[in-house]
Each structure stands twice: as C-alpha cells, then as structure tokens.
C-alpha cells in the first residue's frame, strides 16, 4: 500500500454509520492502494450504557471483513483521541429527528456537540484535515463546528446537501423516463431542510436543460420540489427511522467526489462556508453548486442565474439559514 489514511466517524454506532463504515474501509472510497486507520468516536457509557458496546461490536463486524485496505480500527469515548491526526472526518454523530419533528427542532439538542468537537478538531486533526457535517441541522451544525475551530481553513468544513442532490436527480430520471446517470448540473441550494431549493432550471437531462425535456413546469415547481424538500420526512413517515443507506451513501459520494475531479460537463452540490458567493452573508455554510479538483478542493461554480420562482425559493433558505444562525448564536464565539 502506499498510502495511510486516518478517517474519524462520529456516531459509528448508529445506523447512518452502519451503512458507511465497511464501504469506506474497503477501498471503494480511497482506493485499494491506501490502508484506512478508522477512528470511530461513540458517547460515553455513562451517557449511554449501550453505546460502546454497539461501537465495540460494529468493530469486530469490521475486523470480521479482513478488508486488505484496512489497517486498524480505534473505538474510542474521547473526541481528541478520535481526531487525532485525522485527515477525514465524518461527523455523523447527533440525534435524529423523529415523525413530526423538522431539522431545526434539534438544534438546541444537537448544536452543542460541535462546539466541543470544532474545538477538538482544531487542537487535534491532521493539517490537510477535510470535515463532512452529517448530523442535523448539518448546515448549521457545521456553522456553530466551524465558529469554534477557526485554526482550520474554511474551505476544509463542508456539510451534506449530496443526499437531496442525488434525490433530485433520481426524481427527474424517473420522471423523464432515462437513467440517473443522464441528469447533470443538479443544485441544491440553501439548506439542508424543507427550504432547500432543487434547481431544476439548471440542471441538464442528456446534455438539454431540463425545462426542455420535462416540459410540465406544473410538475416541476409543485411536485418536483416539495417531494425533493420532504423527503426525509417521508422517509421517516414510512419507515419510522431516518433515512440510513442512502444518507450513508450520500456522505461517501461527497467525499469521493471530493477525491476525483468533477467531470467538465456537471457539478456537485456540497453546503460550505460561503465566503460571499452569490451574496450570501461570509460565513453562512450554504448549499452551493461545486466543482472539485479531485485533490480535496472544491470552487463554486458561478455565475448561475435563476428565475423569478427559483429566487423566491433561494430567497426562503438563506432567511432560514440566517434565523438558525441567530437561533445558535451564543454557541459561535465572537
Ligand atoms: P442514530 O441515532 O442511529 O445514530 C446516532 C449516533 O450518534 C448514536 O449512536 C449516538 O450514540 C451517537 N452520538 C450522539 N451524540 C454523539 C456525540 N456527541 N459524539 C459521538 N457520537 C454521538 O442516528 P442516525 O440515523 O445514524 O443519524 C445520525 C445523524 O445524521 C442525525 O442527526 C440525522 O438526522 C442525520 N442525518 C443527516 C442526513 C443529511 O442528509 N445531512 C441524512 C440522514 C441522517
Ligand atoms: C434526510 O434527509 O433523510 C435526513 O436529513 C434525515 C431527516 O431528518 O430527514
């Protein structure tokens, strides 16, 4: 192998981990020639009587697997062991929301975890350290994460609007009767909630705008994306869980496309650290179109225009994102 890795997963005992943990140890993320240190950070037992244990079990499922690209497997309570000299970290590990509930109710519940784990991130992780919010409210989590550990370039923090991205495309392959593989330049803007904007006036379907091939705007402005912007919920209406694998497998496509330069012809959406692109507030972790270098680097794509119902719908998010960010303000020090 020519290459270690060192991956820190926050909340490895819970079910989005579970779906991710042995795809990421077996190569098919970094390749078969980079051994993966796994880190895998769980809450204490005095928290948690039972987590632990879950994590020590999903640990031998994992040395069970003798995957030749995994080179050892930490399980551990303390947030700086956990990052130490991580060059990836996945921070899953939060409450999910439950029937009736939307993203935002958790963030009294969720946010203060990443106060601590920013700060431990900055005093431990590795110097080309990448960050991936999974846990929700994910865009704000990552904003409150961020705000505490400042030592670490914001371009390295990102959150995941991949999963509603792969969503959209699939919603318009369905519709559109072709292959998920035929839809390109998918965005989603904003938020990772119900706000979030699917830009369906970008997007591609076999190399024509969208609009063109699915010609009922109808459908699109009022099945399209309200579908894209509850399906979570419907997800947890249904299964009375939180989506698991395709949220795990969501979080893996955002870092393997972090990890492979994005095609000419297409883009990502990932949620960053704005730095004032498109005139969204510095510092807003925001849902962006993205371009990557395959070397861990992204840029936003610019120069995108929407129409009058997309500006409405952006317009929404970023009032969203900036009610969250007032609601988390005393955890963002100044
Ligand atoms: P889960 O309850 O199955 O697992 C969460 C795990 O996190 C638990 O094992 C818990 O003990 C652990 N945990 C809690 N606080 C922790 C802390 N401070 N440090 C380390 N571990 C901690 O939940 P899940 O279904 O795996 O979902 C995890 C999170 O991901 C939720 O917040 C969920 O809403 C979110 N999620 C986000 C997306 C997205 O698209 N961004 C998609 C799906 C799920
Ligand atoms: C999702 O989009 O499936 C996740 O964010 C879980 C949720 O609460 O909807």
């Known amino acids: 192998m020519s290459k270690v890795v060192r991956v820190a997963v926050t909340g490895a005992a819970g079910q989005v981990s579970y779906s991710m943990l042995a795809r990421l140890a077996s190569g098919e993320v970094f390749g078969p ?12 037992r005095s928290v948690n009587p039972k987590a632990m244990d879950a994590l020590e079990g999903v640990a031998m ?18 947030p700086l062991q956990a990052f130490d000299g991580a060059n990836w ?3 899953v590990g939060a409450a999910p929301r439950g029937p009736g509930m939307e ?7 969720n946010g203060q975890i990443f106060v601590g784990q920013g700060k431990a991130l900055a005093a431990r992780a590795a110097s080309d350290v990448r960050i991936l919010i999974v846990g929700n409210p994910c865009n704000t989590n990552c904003l409150v994460a961020y705000h505490n550990g400042k030592d670490i370039p914001a371009e390295r923090w990102t959150a995941m609007t991949r999963l509603d991205h792969n969503r959209a495309v699939s919603a318009l392959a369905v519709k559109s ?4 593989d035929a839809v390109t330049c998918m965005t989603i803007w904003g938020n990772h909630s119900n706000t979030q904007y699917p830009d369906f006036t970008n997007a591609k379907i076999n190399g024509k705008p969208a609009t063109e091939v699915i010609t009922d705007r109808k459908w699109l402005e009022t099945s399209f994306v309200p579908q894209c912007q509850e399906r979570g919920k419907a997800i947890i209406n249904k299964r009375g869980l939180s989506s698991a694998f395709s949220a795990g497998n969501g979080a893996l496509d955002h870092v393997k496309s972090l990890l492979k330069p994005t095609p000419a012809n297409d883009w990502v959406s990932m949620a960053t650290v704005s730095k004032g692109e498109y005139g969204v507030p510095k510092g807003l972790v925001f849902g962006y ?14 120069g995108l225009q929407l129409d ?5 719908k952006w317009d929404l998010t ?7 960010q007032d609601a988390v303000k005393e955890l963002l020090p100044s």
């Open 61 to 78: 499922e994992l040395e069970d697997c003798a995957f030749p690209t995994l080179k050892e497997i930490k399980v551990t309570d303390d």
């Open 89 to 91: 970290v996945l921070l």
């Open 177 to 180: 009767g072709v292959t998920n």
């Open 308 to 312: 009058a119902f997309g500006k409405t």
């Open 318 to 324: 970023l009032k969203e994102l900036l009610e969250e």
């Open 289 to 302: 179109p993205c371009k990557t270098d395959g070397a861990g680097n992204y840029s936003i794509v610019e």
């Open 33 to 44: 020639n980079t051994h993966v240190i796994l880190q895998l950070l769980e809450i204490p």
């Open 103 to 109: 993203r935002k109710d958790l963030l009294t519940k």
